[in-house]
């Protein structure tokens, strides 16, 4: 018996065609919606989703699992647009990389729905961005964390849980507050720091050179600046608040660092680089062990 | 004919092991040197060098070429116990990433010798370090700067260069002051924010869950806060200036960034986001074509 008879995917990207590709054979017909009738159309001639709903009325028709995966700023939108046609029996989550604002969408218009609405946000992903970079094992070994509400039904968090198990992924639990500061901390930050230095290079009349002698530190730092642009502005909305408290601890650390080379502290820069070289190694070996 | 008699290298760790490495066939005989008898044992234990110099006057008798690669900070005073011993014939380069320290300590204490030191960085390493990191490949398809001297008899500087082709290097010449400059903007401070983002996140009451959480992005931002900590501090305090100019440009980009999410500016936001990301791809494609 398929996990999922009817899947609606809206936003069929890079997560949301990996989500479908995975779940191929567990699913009896997946159907895509979205608002760039192109990438539809390209998800439809590569495989990924049999279908194209025009609208959300027909999308739901008969729906069993929703995953919403279009940049977070489009939820609340979306989320009104379903809410007069969603069937009691339809079981809805999201891959949004930010929570709170998703739980604010969800009390807003989703209300009659909560016992099947269940907030997720799968680890994973890369620089690359549209359809055509989807793969069925993009969630291989990866975390997904689920963040329940209390109104939830069991029955609702378990599929849930399954269909990402289904697609290679552990599943943990968090509450919605500390997922948002944990990424916050380890990935929107990170992000906007290499945005960042990206944009403040390209800038300058002697970007060429610069940019000619750069090599794998760069590289590596910089990879993640390649991401999408739309994705990450709402991500950094949406999490503004935790981001902003994230970039000014980071201010303080750099304000030290600022410090010990203005005054030529060798010691403490050897210090700080020494505990960071050790945990991140200790971090590297952990994530060689799980395979992440 | 061998391209080199006695190579004479001081320092046999990474960089220095990889140049000894690609150069076997092309020397006749490889001498270490270094503050570290464990570390040299254990590069004549690998047939990194033949043999381990127990001093400079021993080092430095019969030698045709010197590369210095120990970290920066040492440059000085290695200079300084060279001096006495060094012959008239030997070429003198180093591999130091930041280069007026070290035109400073070759006008302390290599006056006479000005014609054969020629100061040279080779674009290349990884996060790890040591002598059993060391690969005769590390330098295929990179890239070494020269800054020669005003001073330098072309047949040295000819050498030197032929010595990082050798080790399949390509070679670029460039002033010591945009050398600096340079690689302040695209490696010093990339790893001074990678180092600071690791310390200040490794430092926190819930850093374990903070790294439970990590993914792909933080490991690529954070690879390089894995390097050496004595190194980096050396480059650090030797580039103090340029870096300091650098850090200080990058902390106008977070004051504009951070102003944005403060006021919650989509667009301008992911204008930078965009062009950033630009920027990068454009790179990330120059890269691939050069093989670097």
Not at 86 to 105: E, F, P, R, W
């Amino acid at each position: 018996m398929a996990l999922i008879g009817k899947l609606v995917v809206c936003g069929v990207g890079l997560i949301g065609g990996s989500f479908a590709l995975a779940l191929r054979e567990k699913v009896d017909r997946i159907t895509g919606i979205g608002r760039s009738k192109e990438s539809l159309e390209r998800a439809r001639a590569l495989g990924v989703i049999d279908d194209i709903a025009p609208d959300w009325a027909s999308a739901l028709d008969g729906a069993d699992f929703v995953l919403l995966s279009m940049p977070v700023g489009q939820t609340d939108a979306i989320m009104e647009a379903m809410s007069p046609h969603l069937q009691s029996h339809t079981v809805v989550t999201d891959a949004g990389s930010t929570k709170h604002n998703v739980l604010y969408s969800i009390h807003s218009h989703l209300v009659g729905h909560l016992p099947r609405v269940v907030p997720a946000h799968p680890i994973a992903g890369t620089e690359k961005s549209g359809v055509q970079a989807a793969s069925a094992m993009l969630f291989q070994g990866k975390r997904t964390v689920i963040t329940p509400l209390p109104e939830n039904d069991p029955a609702a968090v378990e599929l849930v849980r399954n269909a990402w198990q289904a697609c290679g992924a552990s599943v943990v639990e968090m509450s919605p507050q500390d997922h948002d500061r944990v990424f916050a901390a380890v990935s929107h930050l990170p992000h906007l720091l290499s945005f960042g230095l990206v944009h403040e290079l390209a800038g300058r009349a002697n970007a060429e050179l610069l940019f000619s002698h750069a090599a794998s530190g760069f590289r590596d730092f910089t990879r993640i600046a390649a991401s999408h642009p739309e994705m990450w502005r709402d991500i950094c909305l949406a999490n503004r608040q935790a981001l902003l408290g994230e970039l000014d601890q980071y201010l303080g650390e750099l304000a030290l660092i600022r410090s010990l080379l203005l005054s030529g502290n060798g010691p403490r820069l050897e210090q700080i680089f020494e505990e960071a070289r050790q945990a991140r190694a200790k971090w590297g070996e952990g994530q060689a062990v799980n395979g992440g």
